[in-house]
């Protein structure tokens, strides 16, 4: 029995010291030095999890800009995250942890499914959200308060068909997709339907889903079976890498077309970038442009956390800036409340222009969608260049 | 005036009360509590009503379901799509969730009956992994069904959207996005009247003749069938309540959120729950409704350890599952009841 006591207690000493950690990790986000004066910035994304990676990129994309104001003085903000784990319930459990927390604006969610969810709550609690990457039409939909700086999925597979028939990229194109992936089915179902406008050739039209991920030999050998020149993949880029790889086991070479979740195979763990030679893809950002603001921002994200930024990361930090932008225009200050904050956003974001680091002349319509233009990259040498 | 109550029943009574009790005493707080916690509310009457219903299988039956999830799925999808196809027809919203909760009922009720016919015929280990996979087909098909309303009718099909909706219908399941745009229409008060309900169907299924075959069957399989128990009939009964259960908790969960994603009911959720009805105590109805709300909570009341949260989660699962399997704690618990008890025939 002693023993047993031993280990409970040697269980809660463990609790307590991880207490102690938490706490300190906690410190200097929380006590910042503006106090009252700063808008409360709030945002729910994945920080732990199987989609980690995005929600771990735009916050701290945004931890970023939120420094970087705050030392230019002037606008102050205080940034808060909140873990979803990527589950529509737990994002609305986190939006509303952000609620008591004090939060005045959201940048909503990092990814669809749960932004979808908060989404809702934002709208019936007129609260204005900004989302850094939730693609999906339903995020918007309906709603007026509600704001995307990625494009939405549908524009992603009409401008990629688009980008195909201009630059007669190819003749027969085959589709590899993710079927119970909203990101992979919206893109997909946009595409085909745009190619079949443009007289574009679709000859293979093959799925994958969760669980089933890993050997892709049927959908490749259909591909190549029926010809295909170009291969799309709209997906992100795990389930490439492995397409990339089995597809050059078989000696299959056609052209491929990614979207924006192919940004970051490059950086990928064990990935043999030179299997990734010669894919093109359309994506927002490009972290080797020489873009001064880019360059800036890049070497920041390096030193700090140790990584190239990927699209993610640049699009929570264009949130931050284009709400420093707009809550300056419209003379904001923090001791307004989130309903006057979110008329007065609503007003700036579908009149104003917008320059980041995600493209130039950014505009909003009173859908809530963006209106940017993609940058076609291909992958040369290891490396994006631009597509032009 | 003495009351003469067996101990079953005094504890029903007891449960009951205490169910009550909570909704009274949220109700009178409700100004001051926390976003948080308000938002948890309807989530927390759904796990119940799951652990409950799952208590039913694992500790009434003796059966180990390891695919519960699937028939809150069921109940989930189809009770919405009754309610968003029937927006027009009840304005009511009450009235059009309690329609939902009943279709979604109805529906998992169904699946529990077909999925109980081979799967009843099984025992132990291979009925937990037969469940399981029902569970995991469950997810794949509601991944690729697409159902739609317009003026002829519901249209559905599977793999694609070949629906080819008429001119101002509408896509309701749609595949992989599972269900979106869904009006909030559960209320707390819906889901304390749910789980009493449960609570009622529950005890009193129990407290009857099938219910004391069910427990035969549990307790010695051969010695039930031995003394004339249809054992098959027994256990379906209980199983396909318990599905039919899990079905309306589902639909409530659902109607809670404005978008709802058939991956959400996976093996996890199933285990969760499952995870409700341990920590509880098998056959503990109060236990299962103790658990199912404090371990809703708990993920959320750790937010302040930030990156350590589903660690401190797991030491205090297991803290949990320590103390209360130990001994001394136990018997010290069992020592004040037995007090409560002599006062009370005192």
């Known amino acids: 029995m002693k023993k047993k006591f031993a280990c409970l207690a040697m269980a809660m000493i463990m609790v307590l010291s991880l207490a102690a950690c938490g706490g300190k990790e906690e410190a200097p986000s929380s006590g910042s030095e503006s106090g009252a004066a700063a808008f409360m910035l709030g945002g729910t994304g994945p920080l732990t999890g199987g989609a980690a990676i995005y929600g771990n990129a735009a916050k701290n994309g945004a931890q970023i800009a939120v420094d970087e104001i705050n030392a230019m003085g002037g606008i102050q903000f205080e940034l808060k995250y909140e873990d979803d784990t990527h589950d529509p319930e737990k994002a609305v459990n986190a939006y509303n942890a952000l609620k008591d927390w004090g939060m005045q604006i959201s940048l909503g969610s990092v990814t669809s499914k749960p932004c979808e969810a908060t989404a809702a709550e934002t709208y019936a609690d007129r609260i204005f959200a900004l989302t850094p990457s939730a693609s999906s039409t339903a995020t918007t939909e309906g709603k007026d308060n509600m704001f995307q700086m990625c494009f939405m999925d549908p524009n992603q597979g009409s401008a990629s068909a688009q980008y195909i028939a201009d630059k007669t990229l190819g003749t027969k194109i085959a589709i590899i997709w993710k079927n119970d992936d909203v990101y992979s089915k919206g893109i997909h179902d946009t595409f085909t339907a745009k190619a079949a406008e443009l007289g574009l050739e679709i000859v293979s039209d093959t799925t994958f889903a969760d669980g089933n991920d890993t050997d892709f030999s049927v959908q490749l050998s259909d591909a190549q079976k029926a010809g295909a020149d170009l291969v799309f993949l709209p997906m992100y880029y795990q389930p490439a890498s492995l397409i990339f790889a089995q597809a050059s086991n078989m000696g299959y070479a056609p052209k491929w077309f990614g979207v924006d979740g192919m940004d970051g195979i490059l950086t990928m763990e064990g990935f043999d970038a030179a299997l990734a030679e010669g894919v093109m893809l359309l994506t927002p950002f490009n972290a080797d442009s020489d873009d001064e603001a880019t360059k800036a921002f890049v070497a920041e994200y390096q030193k700090r956390f140790n990584e190239i930024p990927n699209q993610f990361a640049a699009d929570g930090y264009d949130c931050v800036y284009a709400y420093k932008q707009a809550l300056e225009a419209a003379g904001a200050t923090p001791d307004m409340s989130a309903e006057e904050l979110c008329g007065l956003m609503i007003e700036q974001f ?36 631009g597509l032009d | 005036m003495k009351l003469k109550l067996n101990k079953t029943t005094r504890k029903n009574f007891a449960t009951y009360g205490v169910v009550i009790l909570a909704y009274v005493l949220l109700q009178v707080m409700k100004g001051s509590l926390s976003s948080s916690l308000k938002g948890m509310l309807v989530p927390i009457c759904a796990y119940v009503v799951m652990a409950i219903s799952l208590n039913l299988t694992v500790g009434i039956l003796g059966e180990l379901s390891l695919g519960h999830a699937g028939f809150m799925s069921v109940g989930a999808f189809t009770g919405v799509t009754a309610a968003i196809a029937l927006q027009n027809v009840i304005p009511a919203a009450p009235l059009r969730l309690a329609v939902g909760l009943a279709v979604g009922a109805a529906f998992a009720g169904i699946a529990g009956f077909l999925i109980g016919i081979p799967v009843l015929r099984l025992n132990g280990d291979y009925l937990a992994i037969v469940t399981l996979a029902f569970g995991e087909i469950i997810k794949s098909i509601f991944n690729n069904l697409y159902v739609g309303i317009d003026k002829n009718g519901m249209q559905f099909s599977l793999l694609s959207d070949k629906t080819n909706l008429a001119e101002g219908g509408k896509l309701i399941i749609e595949g992989p996005m599972g269900i979106g745009g869904i009006q909030k229409i559960s209320t707390f008060t819906a889901g304390f009247i749910l789980v009493m309900i449960t609570l009622i169907i529950v005890f009193n299924l129990v407290n009857s003749r099938a219910g004391r075959a069910i427990m035969a069957i549990r307790d010695n399989h051969i010695a039930a069938e031995s ?92 803290l949990v599952m320590l103390t209360t399997n130990n001994a001394t704690l136990r018997s010290w618990f069992s020592r004040f009841s037995l007090k409560n008890r002599e006062k009370e025939a005192a």
């Open chain 2, 227 to 318: 003394i004339g128990l249809h054992v098959t009939h027994y256990k379906m009964m209980a199983f396909v309540t318990s599905a039919a259960l899990a079905g309306a908790a589902g639909t409530l969960f659902a109607m809670n959120y404005s978008t709802i994603m058939a991956n959400k009911f996976d093996f996890n959720t199933s285990i969760l729950v499952l995870v409700f009805v341990v920590l509880g105590g098998q056959g503990n109805m109060l236990g299962s409704i103790v658990a199912a709300a404090a371990l809703t909570v708990l993920p959320e009341m750790l937010r302040t350890f930030a990156d350590y949260r589903m660690l401190v989660y797991a030491i205090v699962l297991i």
């Open chain 1, 350 to 385: 579908t009149s104003m222009t917008f320059n980041g680091l995600t493209g130039d002349g950014m505009t909003w319509d009173a859908s809530g969608a963006v209106s940017k233009s993609p940058k076609g990259m291909v992958i040369e040498n290891g490396a994006y260049v």
